[in-house]
């Protein structure tokens, strides 16, 4: 069966940090990019990071470059979403998703290139 399972969300203070995983199964996760997204309460989904299949390239949004850094570890069968200096702004439900297609820039929000979705994880930044 196979699963994707977001943990390490929460609520943090502005300016503060945190770490996203994403337990992946049922599935050979070095055959599959990883990418991460959020849902804001009355906003579109925003695809804001991918990371790539075989030399680990990574992609951002504009909206998070120089602060949230993506990586996996095939061995565990984790990907990451690192969040620093977080803001009010980036309060939302995230997702990893995992799919087999090429991470560049362009495609990092092409959620009908994912074919798995974790249910997500409430990350709340507010003081």
């Known amino acids: 069966q196979v699963q994707l399972v977001e943990s390490g969300g929460g609520l943090v203070q502005p300016g503060n940090s945190l770490r996203l995983s994403c337990a992946a199964s049922?599935?050979?996760?070095?055959?599959?990019?990883f990418g991460w997204f959020r849902q804001a309460p009355g906003k579109e989904r925003e695809g804001i990071s991918c990371?790539?299949?075989?030399?680990?390239?990574?992609h951002y949004a504009e909206s998070v470059e120089g602060r949230f850094t993506i990586s996996r570890d095939n061995a565990k069968n984790t990907a990451y979403l690192q969040m620093n200096s977080l803001k009010p702004e980036d309060t939302a439900v995230y997702y990893c998703?995992?799919?087999?297609?090429?991470?560049?820039?362009?495609?990092?929000?092409?959620?009908?290139?994912?074919?798995?979705w974790g249910r997500g994880t409430q990350v709340t930044v507010s003081s």
């Open positions: 998703a995992a799919g087999r297609f090429t991470c560049r820039a362009r495609t990092l929000s092409r959620g009908n290139y994912y074919d798995y």
């Open positions: 049922g599935f050979p996760m070095d055959a599959y990019a």
């Open positions: 990371i790539a299949i075989h030399d680990y390239t990574t």
